[in-house]
């Protein structure tokens, strides 16, 4: 049954941080700690959190507000549970940033926690929200709106977060699954295919995998396994085929292998797609190759405010997908929530994030995008590119009219089947240096002595976020570099980018509780200025002042007194 909890607002009259010192006491409300309760915990909306929990009169819950917040503090700290269980307990500043006076205040067991976000993930399996999520933007929200920070211009980076999963190859894949399998038996199927299980059941799937040597045996093994596998899921299909373990095999079977009408056959490492299996314990990690760099996992991408004239700026969306999704396509989500609560009109990114997708998205948001560097191969120096041209575009967005490099404009027309066309005057093209040069790359029709010019939606997509980054560059370059900043502080609390959970829904709700607490460190850092500034204007030089006033008035009072009571006497 849910219930509010409203005690944080009533303070007790006696408590541990009471009887500190004034100087102590101060120093505890100015600290993170303060800055989490007033920022955070006290304006997180409870009520949202009841769609959690029976409408029937039963035992209340433990406080919403709480549990949330142990959850922002394990992920800012990089804290275990049982770290944060005893800073929950015994540490006076994480329960007063919880809105405890008391150390023996709202004691609860561990495992209330863990009750509390398995509720969560089965609410995001049915419903597709992420309640955390939602929390995170409308707290983030007000504090916007309190702080007057300015969101019309924002940046984004994303970048590669692993789970808690061992890096396994193909074979121990196979051989885990194989296992996992054999676990789910009843007694009866076990006893009839222990012949068919000896092979792997003998020792850990590591060890299995250490004893085959060289690529040849690797192969052998795997046509093997993958036999048996095949046999396996046909023999157990009638009354397994409902269990997570069957249908994970049934999974990897299918990404690793061929079945022909020979027989099942092993396929190659190029074969394999990046959103094969990486882990039986993980079903959404995926893979990805960066550069140099071979990542399992996920990836998260932030977006916060970078307006210049902001004196802070705070983390406005994070959010988490198999890494093997494009920044094109995260930029694509995130924008219609974006412009819907923070009114965007400006995104600065790097290059990753051009393409289609996010060009019909910020088409239809109406959102410039700024890159601080342009995907794919360079134009030829030695060739006019669409992007050297000017393009004027109408409401739809489509192609209005195209002014050459020479000043030549002429209007754009739907192609004869797809895409568009522009053709210039031939009396002029034939005259114009950079026709005559080979720059430009229109060229005459045999019918039509018109000079034309082809291209396709895309490609004046492309050449428009072109001129966009040529016009910023050496400006919002700096802007985007900040956000680098911003994705290490997300990602500090976690060794080498490794979150100690599993699974797409608990990756992000650490990533966004971790967002949290940098939002908080940020605001309590920017007060914590503002305080200094208060103090920096009571000058040596404004106190003298005042002192040298207040010392004229007393003297001035003390003559006027004495000047009344001693008045000298005349007379003859």
């Not at 101060?26 to 769609?51: D, H, I, M, P, Q």
């Not at 050449?463 to 990602?491: F, I, M, P, W």
Request: charged share 25%; glycine share 6%.
């Amino acid at each position: 049954m849910f219930r509010k909890n409203t005690k944080h607002q009533q303070p007790a009259l006696i408590s541990a941080a009471s009887e500190l010192p004034e100087k102590q006491r101060t120093r505890l409300a100015n600290s993170w700690a303060g800055t989490f309760y007033r920022e955070f915990f006290r304006r997180l909306n409870e009520e949202a959190f009841a769609v959690l929990y029976s409408d029937l009169p039963s035992r209340p819950n433990v406080a919403v507000n709480v549990l949330i917040g142990l959850e922002a503090l394990k992920a800012g700290f990089g804290w275990s549970d049982q770290e944060l269980y005893e800073h929950f307990c015994y540490d006076l500043q994480v329960r007063y940033a919880l809105g405890y006076d008391r150390l023996g205040d709202g004691d609860f067991e561990i495992r209330s926690l863990y009750y509390f976000r398995e509720r969560l993930g089965k609410y995001n399996a049915e419903q597709g929200i992420n309640l955390l999520e939602k929390a995170f933007e409308q707290i983030t929200d007000a504090q916007i709106v309190d702080l007057k920070i300015r969101t019309g211009m924002q940046r984004m980076d994303s970048t590669q977060i692993a789970s808690n999963i061992v890096s396994a190859s193909r074979l121990q894949l196979l051989v885990e699954a194989v296992q996992r399998v054999e676990c789910l038996l009843n007694e009866s199927d076990r006893t009839r295919l222990t012949e068919t299980f000896a092979p792997y059941t003998k020792d850990s799937a590591g060890h299995y995998t250490y004893r085959v040597k060289g690529k040849e045996a690797v192969q052998e093994h795997l046509q093997k396994i993958g036999q048996t596998i095949h046999a396996l899921l046909q023999d157990l299909k009638s009354g397994y085929a409902a269990e997570t373990a069957y249908q994970v095999l049934e999974r990897i079977f299918a990404e690793n292998f061929h079945l022909l009408d020979s027989g099942v056959r092993a396929k190659e490492n190029t074969e394999i797609t990046s959103s094969c299996l990486q882990s039986v314990d993980d079903l959404e990690a995926t893979y990805r190759t960066k550069g140099t760099g071979h990542y399992k996992g996920y990836v998260a991408n932030i977006t916060e405010t970078c307006d210049p004239e902001n004196e802070i700026q705070l983390i406005t969306k994070v959010q988490v997908a198999p890494n093997n999704v494009d920044d094109s396509q995260l930029l694509a989500e995130a924008l219609p929530n974006l412009k819907e609560r923070t009114a965007v009109d400006t995104l600065v990114t790097d290059g990753g994030f051009g393409g289609e997708a996010s060009d019909n998205a910020l088409q239809d948001q109406n959102v410039t995008l700024i890159q601080t560097a342009i995907r794919g191969a360079q134009p030829d120096p030695n060739k006019f590119s669409l992007s050297d041209f000017g393009i004027q575009q109408d409401e739809k967005g489509d192609p209005a009219t195209l002014t050459c490099p020479q000043g030549q404009t002429v209007p754009v027309v739907p192609g004869r089947t797809t895409g568009w066309q522009a053709r210039f005057d031939p009396a002029l093209c034939s005259n114009c240096p950079f026709q005559l040069d080979g720059h430009c790359r229109t060229q005459p029709q045999k019918r039509d002595p018109r000079y034309l010019l082809t291209f396709t939606t895309p490609e004046i997509r492309s050449a428009k976020r072109r001129q966009d980054y040529l016009a910023h560059t050496g400006v919002s370059h700096n802007l985007r570099s900040a956000v680098e900043a911003t994705v290490r502080s997300v990602k500090h609390p976690f060794p080498a980018g490794q979150l100690p959970v599993r699974g797409k829904f608990r990756i992000a709700c650490l990533m966004i509780a971790s967002a949290t607490i940098t939002n908080v460190r940020r605001i309590q850092r920017y007060l914590m200025a503002k305080m200094k500034q208060v103090e920096a204007t009571k000058s040596p030089q404004g106190e003298a002042a005042i002192a040298a006033v207040v010392s004229f008035f007393v003297f001035s009072v003390r003559w006027l007194w004495s000047r009344l009571v001693f008045r000298p006497k005349f007379g003859y």
